[in-house]
């Protein structure tokens, strides 16, 4: 009896095991054994390009590091996306200890890729953070942060956790409050449009108004978002170590710890982090009065290596890829031997069938606008975001899509991540083509970057090339769309296309 509760204990501590390692380095060991740390570098382990258009303020940004996770969780990821006759594949059984330890085997490489509106504010404090939550997020801070949720009323009023459900104790759920957030319900979907936005965005169709017609919707709009949200003198940080703004006598809470004994033979699974850390960051960015009026999307890039012993992601045979997709950000792998570009993340658009069944279910404003684009409550063109704190209650989510792929690196030749300042412009397959050209990934991400530019976009850009073991073969596949970008550059006139 006390062996097996005793071994009940140490499986449970192996799975809530976090440390708060986040490096900027990846450790790795040589045939020899002598130990190295490669650098997580732009233009040397990988490619990086940014720029901010024609912008006044550059709103994207991009984090790279590498997160250490509890080994069991790793391995529970990797036995869940095992397919049939993938008991004979050598990473099969796959440990820490036979890997090589948990300090290079339980490494996980971060590439975050983060598009915001209405400011800087929420992608630059996720890129600063998101990764750091990430790891630290525990089961015990499920209840708290799904009671936040619950309170924001309205879509989220019976929220009972989502893809973290099992880790949810719903007889200590209280009630959402009865009254909405908003003192005035609009009755319109002009009106509703109008009282949630109290900045402007990228995402958002100019209104076909005249100039004081604009100005008194923008003052109404702001006494509406004074009236919408009181200003609360505590702050919220997800992370028990955050202390808040120095010297500003604010008192901090973070979030509350609950008993999760019941749940003594489980692990959190990839999807159940995700979905943790995003909704904790989600509740900073609507509780601290900074961010109001702004928001992020954000798309991830999960490597971790499978190979026995461990190696570096770029010269990994074996490699579970984990992508956690919020928004319309975009990672695509290439195709090492086809150089075929094959989407990693969906679109979290208005029109995508499974984000209109959601949405319409809750009977939220789906409208096709005067230029035939589908918009949610009538001016937002992604349904899932961080921040637009307005927005929560009619629908508006920061819930991640996440799947794990079990890939062969030597079959790929590499993942690009781009935000919409790309994908805007050029198609998925464009885009691999064009990498698949370059010599290094920072040449390839600059490639990108100057065919964006050649086709004349004007928003915020973002490009990461992440190689992969199959690098060396980007470049022997058919170039699918080589007369196409030859003629969109000959056809292109910038001056034409940017005169107002």
């Known amino acids: 009896m006390y062996a097996a509760s005793h071994a009940s204990a140490k499986r449970l501590s192996t799975c809530l095991w976090t440390r708060r390692s986040v490096h900027n ?30 912008r006044a303020k550059q709103e994207d940004a991009m984090s790279v590091a590498c997160v250490t996770l509890p080994c069991e969780q790793l391995r529970q990821n990797i036995l869940l996306h095992v397919q049939s006759g993938a008991t004979r594949d050598p990473w099969f ?12 085997a339980a490494q996980v490489v971060w590439f975050g890729c983060f598009d915001g509106h209405g400011g800087p504010q929420v992608s630059q404090l996720l890129k600063e ?7 630290a997020a525990d089961p015990s801070m499920v209840q708290d942060t799904v009671q936040y949720t619950r309170s924001i009323g309205g879509y989220f009023g019976r929220f009972q956790g989502g893809a973290m ?20 319900k609009a009755r319109t979907l002009s009106e509703l449009a109008q009282f949630v936005h109290g900045k402007s965005s990228d995402d958002m169709v ?15 709009t702001t006494s509406a978002t004074s009236t919408a949200r009181s200003v609360d003198l505590e702050r919220y940080m997800a992370l028990d170590d955050d202390i808040g703004p120095q010297g500003a006598g604010i008192p901090v809470r973070h979030t509350k ?3 999760v004994s019941h749940m003594k033979q489980a692990c959190m699974t990839m999807e159940e982090r995700a979905t943790l850390a995003w909704l904790m960051m989600d509740r900073e960015v609507q509780e601290n009065e900074e961010y109001l009026g702004a928001g992020s999307t954000a798309s991830v890039l ?19 890829l984990t992508t956690i997709q919020l928004g319309d950000t975009r990672f695509v792998l290439c195709d090492a031997e086809t150089g075929q570009a ?7 658009h208005p029109d995508e069938p499974t984000e209109l069944e959601r949405l319409s279910r809750q009977g939220a404003g789906v409208v096709t606008d005067s230029f035939g684009e589908v918009r949610f409550m009538g001016t937002l063109a992604n349904t899932r975001s961080f921040g637009d704190t307005q927005t929560k209650r009619y629908g508006m989510t920061a819930e991640p899509d996440v799947h794990t792929h079990i890939l062969r690196g030597s079959s790929f030749a590499f993942v690009v991540g781009f935000s919409d300042g790309i994908s805007g412009v050029m198609s998925d397959q464009e885009v691999v083509d064009e990498c698949r050209g370059a010599r290094h990934p920072q040449d390839a991400a600059r490639r990108v970057m100057k065919y964006a530019d050649d086709l004349g976009s004007d928003d915020n850009a973002t490009v990461i090339c992440v190689p992969l073991k199959g690098w060396d073969k980007r470049d022997t596949a058919h170039d699918h769309t080589c007369s196409l970008r030859n003629e969109r550059r000959s056809t292109t006139d910038l001056y034409r296309n940017r005169r107002k």
């Open 25 to 54: 380095y990846v450790r790795a060991r040589s045939g020899t054994g002598v130990h190295a740390r490669i650098p997580l570098l732009a233009g040397v382990t990988f490619g990086a390009e940014m720029s901010r258009g024609d």
């Open 342 to 348: 094959h989407p990693l993340t969906q679109l979290h």
């Open 206 to 220: 100019e209104a076909e108004s005249t100039t004081s017609t604009s100005t008194s919707a923008t003052s109404s």
């Open 93 to 104: 059984g796959w440990t820490c200890d036979e890997a090589g330890g948990a300090e290079l």
């Open 257 to 259: 710890r609950h008993d």
């Open 302 to 320: 999960l490597l971790h290596s499978l190979d026995v012993p461990t190696q570096p992601w770029y010269s990994s045979e074996y490699l579970a």
């Open 165 to 184: 459900e099992r880790w949810v104790q719903p007889e200590l759920l209280a009630r959402p409050p009865p009254a909405a957030r908003t003192q005035e």
């Open 129 to 135: 953070k998101l990764h750091y939550v990430f790891e």
